[in-house]
């Protein structure tokens, strides 16, 4: 699995800015399955994340859209299981796939992996 744009998305925004707040709407949540509203579980932002990472992959490796749109899913949702709660809500409010590495995952080291923080 080639995580190239993983590394270079996470590595180029990599910060230590605090995760962000869910943005609060006008509107009512849906609730998913489960009874939680949607953009609050995993599962529930499961689209959103797909759609963040589907602009930036078709804007920097069109040919390669479904590849990178499926293994950033994956890593973000394996993410996301360590703390459903406050990842989801940070998911929520990400506008970019960017902002969503930088602010609510795992840093990746410069091998591109999590590193210590996983094994322990």
Partial sequence: MKLALVAA?????CGNA???APSGGTGTPVAAPG???IGTTC???RGKVKQLYR????????????ELVADN???VMHDCAT????IAACIAAAATASELETRC??????EGTEGDQRAR
């Fill in 9 to 13: 998305v996470v590595l180029g925004g």
């Fill in 55 to 66: 602009a930036a992959a078709h804007d920097k490796e069109p040919a390669r859209v479904t």
């Fill in 105 to 110: 995952l795992v840093p990746l080291d410069d």
């Fill in 35 to 37: 009874g939680s509203p």
């Fill in 73 to 75: 899913t994956a890593m």
């Fill in 83 to 86: 703390a459903p709660d406050k």
């Fill in 43 to 45: 599962d529930g932002v």
């Fill in 18 to 20: 605090p995760p962000l």
